[in-house]
């Protein structure tokens, strides 16, 4: 099993650019988040999916959108990047929310926006 | 609501000294408390859980976590530091569907 895959592993980007990074699982896992990681703040929150079709907001969700179209799949977009996108994002599954459900995390996309 | 207070974001030691890394939790629900590890430019990985069944957790290299619910504390402890522990270390608490993180530690291990 391959786990939680991320592509791409890097991107610079412009001001106002769009991009998509995408997250694969191959766990057969319900649950999907996006996070991001900023030196100082931890973890956030930008989207999450608690099933196909389904995706929710977060606490950082303002310049991303979301998509899960497909279960093992979950996309997130930024339709006009701007240099406070920065950061490094993970992607992680989980086979259901709560309790004793452990995390499973991609190995980031590392993105710059100039 | 819960929370996860992860004490000192930074905790240096010497290789093969005690490591302790703290965390605290409040919660008006049982919890469920994760330890995991991020080593350098890679995502986070699992190093234990607790889920009630035992106080004290053992995970992987070496790691373990008590629970103290008199104390609302989870801390990670280590008998003797290795210079492959250098790494970010996150607490975490999954008693709602989605987890509440701690800011994280980064433990510094020096020769």
């Known amino acids: 099993n391959a786990g939680v895959t991320q592509t791409p592993k890097f991107r610079v980007l412009k001001t106002g650019q769009s991009m998509t990074l995408l997250c694969a699982q191959d766990?057969?896992?319900?649950?999907m988040y996006w996070y991001r990681q900023d030196p100082g703040m931890g973890l956030r929150l930008i989207h999450y999916?608690?099933?196909?079709?389904?995706?929710a907001k977060g606490e950082v969700p303002d310049g991303y959108n979301v998509s899960r179209l497909k279960k093992q799949n979950f996309l997130l977009g930024l339709e006009s990047a701007a240099p406070s996108q920065t950061s490094v994002y993970f992607c992680?599954?989980?086979?259901?929310?709560?309790?004793?459900?452990?995390?499973?995390f991609g190995p980031g996309t590392r993105l710059t926006v100039t | 609501a819960q929370s996860v207070t992860q004490l000192g974001s930074h905790v240096s030691v010497s290789e093969g000294a005690l490591v302790l890394l703290r965390c605290n939790y409040s919660?008006?629900?049982?919890?469920?408390l994760f330890w995991y590890v991020q080593y350098p430019n890679q995502g986070l990985q699992l190093l234990l859980k607790?889920?009630?069944?035992?106080?004290l957790v053992k995970g992987i290299n070496g790691f373990e976590a008590e629970f103290k619910k008199s104390e609302t504390s989870f801390h990670l402890t280590k008998p003797s530091a290795h210079m492959s522990d250098a790494a970010e270390y996150f607490c975490?608490?999954?008693?709602?569907?989605?987890?509440?993180f701690g800011r994280g530690t980064s433990l510094i291990v020096h020769p």
């Open positions: 992680a599954s989980s086979y259901l929310g709560g309790q004793d459900y452990e995390q499973y």
């Open positions: 766990m057969n896992h319900e649950y």
């Open positions: 999916s608690v099933g196909e079709g389904t995706t």
């Open positions: 919660s008006s629900v049982p919890p469920y």
């Open positions: 607790y889920t009630s069944a035992a106080t």
């Open positions: 975490a608490f999954g008693g709602s569907y989605i987890p509440t």
